[in-house]
């Protein structure tokens, strides 16, 4: 088994001659939990929007499974699922409709055809959904038609469903009450879950809530684009967090 995952080396990125991400070395590793800390502007958005290969460096390389995303084929890319923190739900389509698009990776046209007409299989969408805390009263219902939350836990689903390698998310655990933020928080932390479904075992998670950074074992802090530490949770200090607040 590959050990590294997710490789970035001498990463830049600029967005209208604004330096966005600045010599950015990474590397994530098989089975880490990881938690990304950051003001708003950091860069914690570009950098896994980098990560995932959605887009391109201005300079330097990003390597999934030590290969330039470029090089990927369509088995590969399915790997790895992202939560984004603006969701990114198709508002045409209902709840269960927008689970299922996270199996599509591995489906294929037929059934991408049949959830399109909303005649196809909601089974393995429901259980999920459920996972996630959701009733069966909004399985059917219109995106636009439920509540914020309940947005945020389709869009976990949709994630979930596609049993990737590795889960990058950002701010997944906006617009979510103290209760179920716990009860996501530990379904996606915690491998060996009571639900018997499969969590990626390597995560990446961006946060802006200190109180939440129990579970993780490795803890990233960004400023201005750049990273200003990586390091294990246990040697977190507050001098630390001082950087980058």
Known sequence: MIDILLELKDVNYKYKN??????INL????GEKIALL????AGKTTLISILNGTINPTKGKAKFFNR????????????LSTIWQDLRLIEDLSAEQNVNCGLLGKEGFLFAFKNLLNIGSFDKAHNYMQI?????SIYSKNIRKISGGQKQRVAIARSLIQES????????????????TSNIK????????????????TILISLHRLDLLDGFNRIIGMKNGEILFDLDKNKLKNFHLNKIY
């Not at 590397?27 to 098989?30: D, E, F, L, R, S």
């Not at 330039?68 to 890319?77: A, E, G, I, S, T």
């Not at 879950?193 to 075992?201: Q, W």
């Open 18 to 23: 604004n330096l966005i991400l600045n010599k």
């Open 27 to 30: 590397q994530i590793n098989y």
């Open 38 to 41: 950051g003001k708003s502007g």
């Open 68 to 79: 330039d995303f470029d090089k990927l084929n369509f088995d590969q890319k399915s790997k």
């Open 132 to 136: 996630c805390n959701l009733k069966k």
């Open 165 to 180: 390698d590795i889960l990058l998310a950002d701010e997944p655990f906006n617009n979510l009450d103290p209760k179920l």
């Open 186 to 201: 530990n379904l996606l932390l915690i491998s060996k879950n009571k639900n018997k479904i499969r969590v990626p075992n």
